[in-house]
């Protein structure tokens, strides 16, 4: 299969000089001739996979702690209210 590096430029809306269709070209057929390679390969029997290898996250459980008190949190904010913080209107 050959796609040209213009018609690629076209379809993604770049401007590309001679000097970069030169260069881009054959790097462009390469990775395509690999592509149909692959194609070659006997995938019948392979199960579909979104990984090569298996993934787990690596969580620790959720356990409730102690929060800081609220007027140590409040501290720091340059608005506040007794309980809350308080922020510029956004919407109106």
């Known amino acids: 299969m ?11 809306r770049l401007s590309v000089s001679e ?3 030169e260069l881009f070209g054959p790097q462009l057929n390469g990775i395509l ?3 149909e390679k692959l194609n ?4 019948k029997d392979v199960e ?3 990984h090569v290898l298996s993934l787990s996250n690596v969580m620790r459980d959720d356990m409730p ?3 800081i008190p609220r007027e140590d949190a409040l501290m720091n904010a ?15």
């Open 2 to 12: 050959k796609i040209s590096v213009e018609h690629i430029a076209k379809l993604a």
């Open 19 to 21: 000097e970069e269709k």
């Open 33 to 35: 001739s690999y592509m």
């Open 40 to 43: 070659e390969l006997d995938t």
């Open 48 to 50: 579909p996979t979104s």
């Open 65 to 67: 702690g102690n929060s």
């Open 78 to 92: 340059p608005d506040h209210t007794d309980k809350f913080y308080r922020v510029p209107k956004i919407i109106e």
